[in-house]
């Protein structure tokens, strides 16, 4: 079963513009997390999307924002692009265990985005 | 204060050795504790998960969490080179919004 796959892998933008990213879950999974990793703060939740509704949003501005299709790909957008921003900008996608109460969460290899 | 605590380390150890991974967490209503992988310019993958307190063991891979003391823990036995990468802990009281550890990175010498 192919894995979690996001585009592009690498993207440099400059401060002001905006960026959007892809992922493309593993196939049947319905929930797609987004996760901002920076060397200073590690991984931080954005939000998540389950059939095509945003389910939980972490604390990030509104500048962040994502959607999810009928196909469960899901995109993030990222307007008026900060220094700040530059990061590793994972998704994963979810199958839930019924049986834990919890999801377990596939990553994919993330979008690395350089903001200068 | 992170509601996930972790020494970014790095840690070095001998091949062969067994590695312990700390995670402290301050947040009571984390119940589901999770231990990822991550190796260079990779995503996170999935060692280990355990509900609430106790031991889950898992080949080389043994995770441990006292929820009496919120410290969660990663055992590895018999370390090996490919071991070397960065370990990170994570929590949730439930669903898919994980809290992060910033992790540990990991070096197994030859």
């Known amino acids: 079963k192919a894995g979690v796959t996001q585009t592009p892998r690498y993207l440099i933008k400059t401060r002001g513009q905006q960026v959007t990213l892809s992922c493309s879950p593993i196939?049947?999974?319905?929930?797609v997390s987004w996760y901002q990793q920076t060397p200073g703060q590690g991984l931080q939740f954005l939000f998540e999307?389950?059939?095509?509704?945003?389910?939980n949003k972490g604390n990030f501005p509104g500048r962040f924002s994502g959607r999810q299709f009928s196909n469960s790909r899901s995109e993030m957008n990222v307007s008026t692009l900060e220094l700040g921003d530059s990061a590793l900008y994972l998704c994963?996608?979810?199958?839930?265990?019924?049986?834990?109460?919890?999801?377990?969460?596939?990553f994919g290899p993330g979008t690395r985005l350089t903001v200068l | 204060q992170k509601e996930v605590e972790q020494d970014p380390g790095p840690l070095s150890v001998p091949e062969g050795a067994i590695v312990s991974l700390n995670c402290t967490y301050s947040?009571?209503?984390?119940?589901?504790f999770m231990w990822y992988r991550q190796y260079s310019r990779k995503g996170p993958e999935l060692l280990m998960y355990?509900?609430?307190?106790g031991n889950k063991e898992d080949g080389r891979f043994t995770a441990q969490v006292d929820k009496s003391s919120k410290y969660i823990s990663l055992f590895i036995r018999d370390s090996q080179p490919s071991d070397s990468a960065t370990y990170l802990c994570?929590?949730?009281?439930?669903?898919?919004?994980?809290?992060f550890g910033t992790g540990t990175q990991l070096k197994v010498e030859l």
């Open positions: 196939s049947g999974h319905r929930s």
């Open positions: 994570a929590a949730t009281g439930g669903g898919n919004k994980l809290t």
């Open positions: 947040n009571s209503a984390f119940q589901y």
């Open positions: 994963a996608s979810s199958l839930r265990d019924s049986q834990s109460g919890t999801d377990t969460q596939y």
């Open positions: 355990t509900y609430s307190s």
């Open positions: 999307y389950f059939s095509e509704t945003q389910r």
